[in-house]
């Protein structure tokens, strides 16, 4: 697409331009408000867990500068900001609400609204409380009507304002990365407890969806972390079935529970020496698969996967390198992910922008009922410099935007029922196992002085932003 294409091309009418964080990488106060330790306060204070030793403590100081933090939301044109609640802060250990905590939520609500800016509220982004992981985490069923109990009272203070409610941030990340290959917290290397954690987040999403509904929450969808499945050798029967592996535990072990009342077959058979059915107990699919109003779709890059344990690796999907020697692959430990040459980014994760156009389409014809998408999670973390002048010239992650955004008008001219773009992120932050050593934001965070920088790539996303509006 040309630049002209880029920034006056045709939009849906309403298509939602915005940016996004989580509470946990940009907060701060850690210990401040009746906050108590989440499970990534506590893995973060695990020798070599964090690049660096980094902790959540201070992050941005969002919850200090938040109403600064919005006035650069309104310079920059978003229409919709969004961010995640902090069950270690409106819950801490899962006891009381604490007041202190929903009052700054409340805050945020009421200056986006201000600016003019729509909230879009996450429930988990991955903070559970440390109490609730001692006592079994998302291992455990009972911590699925905690969740419930929590989004509840989220509601209760914020339902008159938000109108838009995410369940769960990529369970991906929270369930295979964080109980089967400890790259996350709770940093737990047990697959038979990571496919419980799957199945449980299921069930605390359809729990929650049924609460929210029946209080009255207008919108009400997931996010999930969703990639394509490339084999490595399109012809190898070996490739092939790597692919479709990859494909289940990546995708189909979320969407179709989540879409489809079910997981697919072929998921249950891989899954079954791991207790995958074991835990599903009779009414948990018609609970889970309680209607949705929208998809979160993030993506970052697609992955090439082959069955050959002797072939070269490049990336690895979602999450970087596994900790020690863990795998989120649970019945499919000998993937590995070669190299198809493309650029790569800071966190060498390849560049592919054409792939998030394909993912996009693939989803609307493999499911029936999707509801619509909203790309909640798009961009790119580089070694950004700082000029002499204090700007930030940033043109990989500039094109990175632009490119996958240009993607996002293809998979809509091909049909795709793509509602909104969310570029991540809004601000440099805490990357959890990169601690503060990868950038993915538009505005830049000196994390010695916490001074606020727009990036090029924030300015030019806000020029494309006010050409769309005025096209």
Partial sequence: MSEREYTQGTWPHGFI???????????????????EDSIWDAFARIPGAVHGGHDLEVADDHYHRMPA?????????????RFSVSWARVRPGDRAV?????????????????AGILPWLTLYHWDLPQTLEESGGWASRDTAFRFRDYATDVYETLGDRVTHWTTFNEPFCSSLLGYASGVHAPGRQEPRAAVAAVHHQHLAHG????????????????????TNAIPRDAADPVDIDAARRLDSLANRIFLDPLLRGAYPADTLIDLEPYGLPDVILPGDLEIISAPIDFLGVNHYHDDLVSGHPDVAVGDSHSGGADRESGSPWVGSEHLTFPTRGLPRTGMDWEVNPDGLRALLVRLGHEYENLPPLYITENGAAYDDTVAADGAVHDADRTRFILDHIASV???????ADVRGYFVWSLLDNFEWSYGYDKRFGIVRVDFDTLERTIKDSGLTYAALVAAAHAG
Avoid: C
């Fill in 17 to 35: 331009w915005g940016s996004a964080t989580a509470a946990a990488q940009v907060e701060g106060a850690g210990h401040e408000g009746g906050k």
């Fill in 69 to 81: 933090d919005v006035q650069i939301m309104k310079r920059l044109g978003l229409d919709s900001y």
């Fill in 98 to 114: 604490n007041p202190q905590g929903l009052d700054f939520y409340s805050r945020l609500v009421d200056e986006l609204l201000e």
């Fill in 207 to 226: 729990l929650a969806v049924t609460a929210l509904r029946s209080a009255g929450a207008e919108q009400v969808g997931i996010t999930l972390n969703l």
């Fill in 409 to 415: 008008a293809d998979a809509i001219a091909e049909g």
